[in-house]
Protein backbone atom coordinates (compact mmCIF):
# COMPACT_ATOMS: atom_id res chain seq x y z
CA UNK A 1 0.00 0.00 0.00
CA UNK A 2 1.08 3.73 -0.83
CA UNK A 3 -1.85 5.75 1.00
CA UNK A 4 -0.16 6.64 4.01
CA UNK A 5 3.16 7.45 5.92
CA UNK A 6 3.25 6.89 9.18
CA UNK A 7 4.66 10.14 10.56
CA UNK A 8 4.97 14.21 8.86
CA UNK A 9 8.20 15.34 7.86
CA UNK A 10 10.03 16.95 10.93
CA UNK A 11 9.54 20.32 9.03
CA UNK A 12 6.32 19.97 7.94
CA UNK A 13 2.92 21.59 10.31
CA UNK A 14 -0.56 20.35 10.19
CA UNK A 15 -1.99 21.33 7.31
CA UNK A 16 1.11 21.35 5.18
CA UNK A 17 -0.23 20.10 1.32
CA UNK A 18 2.14 19.24 -1.05
CA UNK A 19 0.40 18.13 -4.93
CA UNK A 20 3.23 15.80 -5.96
CA UNK A 21 2.13 14.82 -9.61
CA UNK A 22 -0.87 16.41 -12.05
CA UNK A 23 -1.37 14.23 -14.84
CA UNK A 24 -1.35 16.24 -17.72
CA UNK A 25 -4.52 15.73 -19.62
CA UNK A 26 -6.96 16.31 -17.25
CA UNK A 27 -7.12 17.27 -13.15
CA UNK A 28 -5.96 13.93 -11.43
CA UNK A 29 -3.35 14.94 -9.14
CA UNK A 30 -1.30 12.72 -6.08
CA UNK A 31 -0.41 14.78 -3.26
CA UNK A 32 0.28 14.62 0.64
CA UNK A 33 -1.01 16.46 3.82
CA UNK A 34 0.03 16.52 7.01
CA UNK A 35 -2.61 16.11 10.04
CA UNK A 36 -1.44 15.92 13.59
CA UNK A 37 -1.59 12.66 13.29
CA UNK A 38 0.29 11.54 10.25
CA UNK A 39 0.69 12.25 6.71
CA UNK A 40 -2.34 11.43 4.49
CA UNK A 41 -1.59 10.83 0.67
CA UNK A 42 -4.00 11.75 -1.73
CA UNK A 43 -6.07 10.61 -3.47
CA UNK A 44 -7.89 9.22 -0.41
CA UNK A 45 -10.54 7.32 0.66
CA UNK A 46 -12.17 7.79 3.73
CA UNK A 47 -14.27 4.71 5.83
CA UNK A 48 -16.66 6.16 7.41
CA UNK A 49 -17.13 5.74 11.19
CA UNK A 50 -20.12 7.70 12.33
CA UNK A 51 -20.21 6.22 15.83
CA UNK A 52 -16.39 6.24 16.63
CA UNK A 53 -16.12 2.93 14.82
CA UNK A 54 -16.16 1.31 11.17
CA UNK A 55 -18.64 -1.35 11.20
CA UNK A 56 -17.32 -5.14 12.00
CA UNK A 57 -13.66 -3.88 11.93
CA UNK A 58 -11.09 -3.35 14.22
CA UNK A 59 -9.17 -0.40 14.42
CA UNK A 60 -5.66 -2.37 13.95
CA UNK A 61 -6.76 -4.12 10.64
CA UNK A 62 -8.05 -0.83 9.05
CA UNK A 63 -4.59 0.32 9.77
CA UNK A 64 -2.84 -2.73 8.10
CA UNK A 65 -5.05 -2.35 5.44
CA UNK A 66 -2.84 0.90 4.62
CA UNK A 67 -6.08 3.39 5.85
CA UNK A 68 -4.74 6.44 7.43
CA UNK A 69 -7.95 8.18 8.29
CA UNK A 70 -11.14 8.03 9.07
CA UNK A 71 -14.33 9.89 9.01
CA UNK A 72 -16.68 10.16 12.68
CA UNK A 73 -19.60 12.51 13.27
CA UNK A 74 -20.22 15.20 15.72
CA UNK A 75 -23.70 15.15 15.73
CA UNK A 76 -23.93 11.28 16.79
CA UNK A 77 -21.31 11.35 19.05
CA UNK A 78 -22.63 14.22 21.04
CA UNK A 79 -26.08 12.49 20.94
CA UNK A 80 -24.70 9.53 22.73
CA UNK A 81 -22.05 8.27 23.80
CA UNK A 82 -22.07 12.60 24.97
CA UNK A 83 -19.10 14.87 24.65
CA UNK A 84 -18.10 14.79 28.00
CA UNK A 85 -17.81 11.19 28.06
CA UNK A 86 -15.04 10.84 25.24
CA UNK A 87 -13.05 14.53 26.34
CA UNK A 88 -12.94 12.48 30.02
CA UNK A 89 -11.18 9.66 28.17
CA UNK A 90 -8.64 11.82 26.19
CA UNK A 91 -10.50 12.37 22.94
CA UNK A 92 -12.15 10.58 20.01
CA UNK A 93 -8.50 8.71 19.45
CA UNK A 94 -8.17 7.80 22.29
CA UNK A 95 -11.75 6.37 22.65
CA UNK A 96 -11.95 4.58 20.05
CA UNK A 97 -8.37 3.29 19.98
CA UNK A 98 -7.23 4.80 16.76
CA UNK A 99 -3.45 6.50 15.61
CA UNK A 100 -4.21 7.93 12.41
CA UNK A 101 -6.21 11.28 11.47
CA UNK A 102 -9.86 11.84 11.72
CA UNK A 103 -12.34 13.78 10.06
CA UNK A 104 -15.10 15.03 11.72
CA UNK A 105 -18.43 16.02 9.66
CA UNK A 106 -20.03 19.19 11.55
CA UNK A 107 -23.45 17.24 11.88
CA UNK A 108 -25.03 19.69 9.78
CA UNK A 109 -26.40 17.24 7.41
CA UNK A 110 -27.79 14.61 10.15
CA UNK A 111 -29.52 17.60 11.74
CA UNK A 112 -31.38 18.43 8.74
CA UNK A 113 -32.05 15.08 7.07
CA UNK A 114 -32.47 12.62 10.66
CA UNK A 115 -34.01 15.14 12.98
CA UNK A 116 -37.40 16.50 13.51
CA UNK A 117 -36.47 20.05 12.91
CA UNK A 118 -38.34 22.80 15.19
CA UNK A 119 -36.39 26.44 14.42
CA UNK A 120 -34.03 27.53 11.89
CA UNK A 121 -32.24 30.45 13.14
CA UNK A 122 -29.51 33.01 12.57
CA UNK A 123 -27.27 30.92 15.12
CA UNK A 124 -28.03 27.72 14.23
CA UNK A 125 -31.13 25.32 14.24
CA UNK A 126 -32.77 23.79 17.50
CA UNK A 127 -34.40 20.40 17.50
CA UNK A 128 -35.17 17.19 18.85
CA UNK A 129 -32.86 13.75 18.91
CA UNK A 130 -33.49 11.36 16.20
CA UNK A 131 -33.81 8.49 18.74
CA UNK A 132 -34.91 9.55 21.94
CA UNK A 133 -36.42 13.25 21.42
CA UNK A 134 -34.72 14.89 23.71
CA UNK A 135 -33.80 18.88 22.78
CA UNK A 136 -30.64 19.78 21.40
CA UNK A 137 -29.35 23.06 19.98
CA UNK A 138 -26.92 22.79 16.90
CA UNK A 139 -24.99 25.93 15.14
CA UNK A 140 -21.74 26.72 14.42
CA UNK A 141 -20.21 27.61 17.85
CA UNK A 142 -21.46 24.33 19.48
CA UNK A 143 -20.28 22.47 16.70
CA UNK A 144 -17.10 23.70 16.76
CA UNK A 145 -16.61 23.40 20.18
CA UNK A 146 -18.07 19.50 19.97
CA UNK A 147 -14.95 19.08 17.51
CA UNK A 148 -12.39 21.52 19.19
CA UNK A 149 -13.05 18.66 22.16
CA UNK A 150 -13.11 15.33 20.01
CA UNK A 151 -10.02 16.24 18.96
CA UNK A 152 -10.29 15.51 15.23
CA UNK A 153 -7.34 16.27 12.73
CA UNK A 154 -9.89 17.98 10.49
CA UNK A 155 -13.16 19.85 11.42
CA UNK A 156 -15.59 20.53 9.26
CA UNK A 157 -17.76 23.77 9.32
CA UNK A 158 -21.75 23.89 9.86
CA UNK A 159 -23.41 23.94 7.23
CA UNK A 160 -26.99 23.54 5.73
CA UNK A 161 -27.31 20.33 2.69
CA UNK A 162 -30.18 21.69 0.92
CA UNK A 163 -32.40 18.45 -0.15
CA UNK A 164 -32.85 17.21 -3.43
CA UNK A 165 -34.70 18.86 -5.21
CA UNK A 166 -35.22 22.17 -3.88
CA UNK A 167 -36.18 25.44 -5.73
CA UNK A 168 -33.75 28.44 -6.49
CA UNK A 169 -34.87 30.06 -3.73
CA UNK A 170 -34.83 27.88 -0.61
CA UNK A 171 -31.01 26.76 -1.53
CA UNK A 172 -30.43 30.85 -1.68
CA UNK A 173 -31.18 30.83 1.94
CA UNK A 174 -29.44 27.79 2.90
CA UNK A 175 -26.53 29.35 1.06
CA UNK A 176 -26.97 32.40 3.22
CA UNK A 177 -26.88 30.93 5.93
CA UNK A 178 -24.07 28.54 5.22
CA UNK A 179 -21.79 31.18 4.30
CA UNK A 180 -22.69 33.20 7.68
CA UNK A 181 -21.85 29.89 9.23
CA UNK A 182 -18.57 29.17 8.03
CA UNK A 183 -17.34 32.57 8.60
CA UNK A 184 -18.49 31.96 12.15
CA UNK A 185 -16.76 28.20 12.08
CA UNK A 186 -13.23 30.21 11.20
CA UNK A 187 -13.25 32.34 14.26
CA UNK A 188 -13.62 29.62 16.84
CA UNK A 189 -11.26 27.88 18.77
CA UNK A 190 -9.80 24.74 17.74
CA UNK A 191 -7.73 21.77 19.02
CA UNK A 192 -4.13 22.28 18.95
CA UNK A 193 -3.47 20.84 14.93
CA UNK A 194 -6.67 20.79 14.19
CA UNK A 195 -7.35 22.02 10.48
CA UNK A 196 -11.02 23.62 9.70
CA UNK A 197 -12.43 22.96 5.97
CA UNK A 198 -14.92 25.16 4.02
CA UNK A 199 -18.11 23.59 2.66
CA UNK A 200 -18.86 24.72 -1.18
CA UNK A 201 -22.91 24.82 -1.35
CA UNK A 202 -25.56 26.11 -3.23
CA UNK A 203 -27.38 22.85 -4.78
CA UNK A 204 -27.97 22.30 -8.35
CA UNK A 205 -27.60 25.68 -8.92
CA UNK A 206 -23.84 27.08 -10.70
CA UNK A 207 -24.57 30.47 -9.87
CA UNK A 208 -24.91 29.30 -6.27
CA UNK A 209 -22.09 27.18 -5.94
CA UNK A 210 -19.49 29.35 -8.15
CA UNK A 211 -20.79 32.20 -4.79
CA UNK A 212 -20.45 29.94 -2.41
CA UNK A 213 -16.26 28.84 -3.57
CA UNK A 214 -16.04 32.33 -4.44
CA UNK A 215 -16.27 33.52 -0.75
CA UNK A 216 -15.32 30.56 1.14
CA UNK A 217 -11.86 30.76 -0.47
CA UNK A 218 -11.84 34.41 0.38
CA UNK A 219 -12.01 33.39 4.42
CA UNK A 220 -9.05 31.18 3.55
CA UNK A 221 -9.91 27.69 4.66
CA UNK A 222 -7.20 24.64 5.44
CA UNK A 223 -9.41 22.68 2.61
CA UNK A 224 -12.52 22.98 0.94
CA UNK A 225 -15.21 20.32 0.90
CA UNK A 226 -17.85 20.29 -1.86
CA UNK A 227 -21.01 19.40 -0.24
CA UNK A 228 -24.31 19.10 -1.28
CA UNK A 229 -23.70 15.97 -3.46
CA UNK A 230 -25.04 12.11 -3.36
CA UNK A 231 -28.18 13.73 -1.66
CA UNK A 232 -30.71 11.83 -4.26
CA UNK A 233 -29.18 13.57 -7.80
CA UNK A 234 -29.07 11.57 -10.87
CA UNK A 235 -25.20 10.98 -10.76
CA UNK A 236 -24.65 13.35 -13.94
CA UNK A 237 -25.57 16.20 -11.28
CA UNK A 238 -22.90 14.63 -8.83
CA UNK A 239 -19.94 14.79 -11.30
CA UNK A 240 -21.36 18.29 -12.37
CA UNK A 241 -21.10 19.15 -9.50
CA UNK A 242 -17.86 18.08 -8.84
CA UNK A 243 -16.21 19.67 -11.99
CA UNK A 244 -17.81 22.74 -11.50
CA UNK A 245 -16.54 23.28 -8.29
CA UNK A 246 -12.99 21.84 -8.40
CA UNK A 247 -11.12 24.39 -10.82
CA UNK A 248 -12.61 27.34 -7.95
CA UNK A 249 -10.86 26.15 -5.36
CA UNK A 250 -7.03 26.52 -4.31
CA UNK A 251 -4.54 24.69 -6.02
CA UNK A 252 -2.59 24.58 -2.84
CA UNK A 253 -5.38 23.02 -0.36
CA UNK A 254 -6.89 19.40 -0.44
CA UNK A 255 -10.34 18.92 -2.25
CA UNK A 256 -13.20 16.52 -0.62
CA UNK A 257 -16.42 15.72 -2.23
CA UNK A 258 -18.29 14.55 0.64
CA UNK A 259 -19.98 11.45 0.33
CA UNK A 260 -18.77 10.33 -2.78
CA UNK A 261 -18.12 6.88 -3.17
CA UNK A 262 -18.71 4.47 -5.94
CA UNK A 263 -15.54 3.38 -7.77
CA UNK A 264 -16.52 4.81 -10.97
CA UNK A 265 -17.65 8.03 -9.10
CA UNK A 266 -14.34 8.47 -7.19
CA UNK A 267 -12.42 7.59 -10.88
CA UNK A 268 -14.15 10.73 -12.08
CA UNK A 269 -13.82 12.85 -9.17
CA UNK A 270 -9.81 12.38 -9.15
CA UNK A 271 -9.73 13.59 -12.95
CA UNK A 272 -11.72 16.78 -11.82
CA UNK A 273 -9.46 17.39 -9.40
CA UNK A 274 -10.90 16.05 -6.09
CA UNK A 275 -8.12 14.77 -3.87
CA UNK A 276 -10.19 13.18 -0.51
CA UNK A 277 -13.87 11.07 -0.76
CA UNK A 278 -15.81 9.22 1.59
CA UNK A 279 -18.76 6.63 2.10
CA UNK A 280 -20.99 4.67 3.48
CA UNK A 281 -21.09 1.78 0.31
CA UNK A 282 -18.48 -0.75 0.86
CA UNK A 283 -19.69 -1.40 4.08
CA UNK A 284 -23.23 -1.37 4.14
CA UNK A 285 -22.69 -3.22 1.01
CA UNK A 286 -20.93 -5.78 2.31
CA UNK A 287 -23.53 -6.53 5.22
CA UNK A 288 -26.15 -6.39 2.35
CA UNK A 289 -23.91 -9.56 0.54
CA UNK A 290 -22.35 -7.65 -2.08
CA UNK A 291 -18.87 -8.10 -2.95
CA UNK A 292 -16.36 -5.56 -4.51
CA UNK A 293 -13.86 -6.63 -7.19
CA UNK A 294 -11.79 -5.28 -9.40
CA UNK A 295 -14.25 -5.87 -12.27
CA UNK A 296 -17.47 -5.18 -10.67
CA UNK A 297 -19.73 -5.72 -8.00
CA UNK A 298 -22.28 -8.94 -7.20
CA UNK A 299 -24.36 -9.93 -4.88
CA UNK A 300 -22.47 -12.94 -2.96
CA UNK A 301 -25.77 -14.33 -1.71
CA UNK A 302 -27.04 -15.33 -4.84
CA UNK A 303 -27.71 -19.21 -5.02
CA UNK A 304 -25.58 -19.94 -7.84
CA UNK A 305 -23.06 -19.33 -5.28
CA UNK A 306 -24.31 -21.80 -3.00
CA UNK A 307 -21.24 -24.60 -3.62
CA UNK A 308 -18.94 -22.44 -5.34
CA UNK A 309 -15.63 -22.93 -3.72
CA UNK A 310 -13.14 -19.91 -4.91
CA UNK A 311 -12.83 -16.87 -2.91
CA UNK A 312 -14.74 -14.02 -2.97
CA UNK A 313 -12.61 -12.40 -5.58
CA UNK A 314 -9.96 -14.54 -7.22
CA UNK A 315 -6.31 -13.15 -6.85
CA UNK A 316 -6.96 -11.09 -3.82
CA UNK A 317 -5.02 -11.40 -1.00
CA UNK A 318 -7.29 -9.79 1.58
CA UNK A 319 -7.60 -12.21 4.76
CA UNK A 320 -11.40 -12.95 3.75
CA UNK A 321 -9.88 -14.48 -0.08
CA UNK A 322 -6.79 -16.08 1.11
CA UNK A 323 -9.23 -18.36 3.77
CA UNK A 324 -12.29 -18.93 2.84
CA UNK A 325 -14.96 -19.64 -0.17
CA UNK A 326 -17.82 -18.03 -1.55
CA UNK A 327 -20.04 -21.19 -0.47
CA UNK A 328 -18.99 -20.70 3.16
CA UNK A 329 -19.00 -16.65 3.29
CA UNK A 330 -23.04 -17.07 1.57
CA UNK A 331 -23.53 -19.77 4.33
CA UNK A 332 -23.00 -16.98 7.41
CA UNK A 333 -24.80 -14.52 5.62
CA UNK A 334 -27.77 -16.63 5.16
CA UNK A 335 -27.67 -17.52 8.63
CA UNK A 336 -27.02 -14.29 10.09
CA UNK A 337 -23.26 -14.96 11.53
CA UNK A 338 -21.57 -12.15 12.43
CA UNK A 339 -18.40 -13.25 10.98
CA UNK A 340 -20.01 -13.31 7.44
CA UNK A 341 -20.51 -9.22 7.92
CA UNK A 342 -17.03 -9.04 8.95
CA UNK A 343 -15.56 -11.33 6.23
CA UNK A 344 -17.36 -9.25 3.36
CA UNK A 345 -16.35 -5.74 4.91
CA UNK A 346 -12.95 -6.97 5.36
CA UNK A 347 -12.76 -7.83 1.62
CA UNK A 348 -14.55 -4.78 0.61
CA UNK A 349 -12.58 -2.10 2.36
CA UNK A 350 -9.38 -3.83 1.39
CA UNK A 351 -10.42 -3.64 -2.75
CA UNK A 352 -11.36 0.05 -1.42
CA UNK A 353 -7.72 0.89 -0.22
CA UNK A 354 -5.98 -1.28 -2.90
CA UNK A 355 -8.41 0.72 -5.95
CA UNK A 356 -7.48 3.81 -4.47
CA UNK A 357 -3.98 2.77 -3.85
CA UNK A 358 -3.60 1.69 -7.94
CA UNK A 359 -5.52 5.39 -8.89
CA UNK A 360 -2.81 6.98 -6.71
CA UNK A 361 -0.04 4.98 -8.73
CA UNK A 362 -1.17 5.68 -11.84
CA UNK A 363 -0.76 9.86 -11.28
CA UNK A 364 2.61 9.16 -9.79
CA UNK A 365 3.92 6.77 -12.68
CA UNK A 366 2.08 9.02 -15.86
CA UNK A 367 -0.52 7.13 -16.60
CA UNK A 368 -3.73 8.06 -15.17
CA UNK A 369 -5.55 8.47 -18.38
CA UNK A 370 -4.69 4.93 -19.45
CA UNK A 371 -5.80 3.74 -15.47
CA UNK A 372 -8.93 5.68 -16.12
CA UNK A 373 -9.94 3.96 -19.84
CA UNK A 374 -9.20 0.72 -18.97
CA UNK A 375 -11.03 0.97 -15.52
CA UNK A 376 -14.43 2.24 -17.55
CA UNK A 377 -13.92 -0.41 -20.38
CA UNK A 378 -13.74 -3.32 -17.81
CA UNK A 379 -15.22 -2.36 -14.91
CA UNK A 380 -19.42 -3.50 -14.54
CA UNK A 381 -21.81 -2.34 -11.63
CA UNK A 382 -23.49 -5.31 -11.35
CA UNK A 383 -21.56 -8.85 -12.58
CA UNK A 384 -23.52 -11.34 -13.56
CA UNK A 385 -20.52 -13.93 -14.13
CA UNK A 386 -17.49 -11.96 -11.37
CA UNK A 387 -14.56 -14.63 -12.70
CA UNK A 388 -14.93 -14.00 -16.83
Known sequence: MIMTSATPPAHAPPGSFEVLAVDPHSGAR???LVTAHGVVETPVFMPVGTQASVKAMAPHELAEMGFGILLSNTYH??????????????GLHRFMGWNGAILTDSGGFQVFSLSNLNKITRDGVEFQSHHDGRRHFLGPREAMEIQRRLGSDIAMVFDECAPYPCDRDYACQALERTLSWAASCRRQPRAEGQLVFGIVQGSVFRELRERSARELVAMDFDGYAIGGLSVGEPEAL???GMEHAAPLLPEDRPRYAMGVGLL??????VARGVDMFDCVVPTRFARNGTAFTRKGRYPVKAGRFKEDLRPIEVGCDCYACRHFSRAYIRHLLNVDEILGLRLMTIHNLHRYAWF????RRSILDGNFGAFREAFHRDYQE?????DE
Do not use: F, H, K, W
Open 264 to 269: RQMVEG
Open 238 to 240: ILA
Open 77 to 90: LNDRPGIEIIADCG
Open 30 to 32: AGR
Open 382 to 386: LLVAP
Open 356 to 359: MSEV
